[in-house]
């Protein structure tokens, strides 16, 4: 079957353009049967069914990330150890909200960055990931607390400035390096 060579479709106005992509997208979409049978409604069914899990998952990456402090503690950095740590705590960063967590997000955020931003990683102060890992076993542990979101605002406030900082030193001699550190998010919204 030939395909078509078709080119987008271009208006201009005074102050914008809008581009029409040569595809209909409303093609590839699937209309919910009349049956009632929405698979995001499913899907939304099976998170909330699984959701008394949340915690037990939560914990056992708690204690990874730990147990990956630990380790960084006994050996120091090595290309395993660090690995290792950063991995726990991007996987908490990203499943910290489905997992009703979100407040401990920002403070795993915090150390992945000093984490991936620290050109020599036997310059990170293990004080500060000891740091970042109690707040984040903290956080998840007081999670029932009425104050907890001031609380754990507070501490990852105090966690991102101690660590931009400490960032700021040890980038100092790579300005565009570190120019794209501080860059302000592209996305609307993230911060």
Request: aromatic residues 6%; proline residues 6%.
């Amino acid at each position: 079957m030939a395909r078509k060579n078709k080119v987008p479709s271009v208006a201009t106005f005074a102050d914008h353009e809008v581009i029409t992509p040569p595809t209909d997208l409303r093609k590839a979409v699937r209309q919910v049967p009349a049956d009632g049978d929405d698979p995001i409604a499913r899907a939304e069914a099976a998170l909330a069914q699984m959701s008394g899990e949340f915690g037990d998952w939560m914990q056992a990456e708690c204690e990874r990330l730990d147990a990956a402090r630990r380790e960084v503690n006994r050996l120091g950095f090595t290309k395993k150890t660090h690995d290792d740590l950063f991995r726990a705590a991007h996987d908490i960063k990203g499943e910290a909200a489905t997992f009703g967590y979100a407040a401990v997000g920002p403070v795993a955020d915090s150390l992945c960055r000093l984490i991936e931003h620290t050109a020599d990683m036997t310059r990170i102060p293990l004080t500060l990931v000891d740091q970042h890992v109690d707040a984040v076993r903290a956080i998840a542990r007081e999670r029932g607390r009425t104050d907890l979101a001031a609380i754990a605002a507070a501490l990852t406030k105090k966690l991102r400035e101690v660590t931009d900082e400490f960032l700021r030193a040890e980038n100092s001699g790579r300005p565009d390096y570190l120019e794209s550190i501080f860059a302000p998010p592209l996305a609307p919204g993230a911060a």
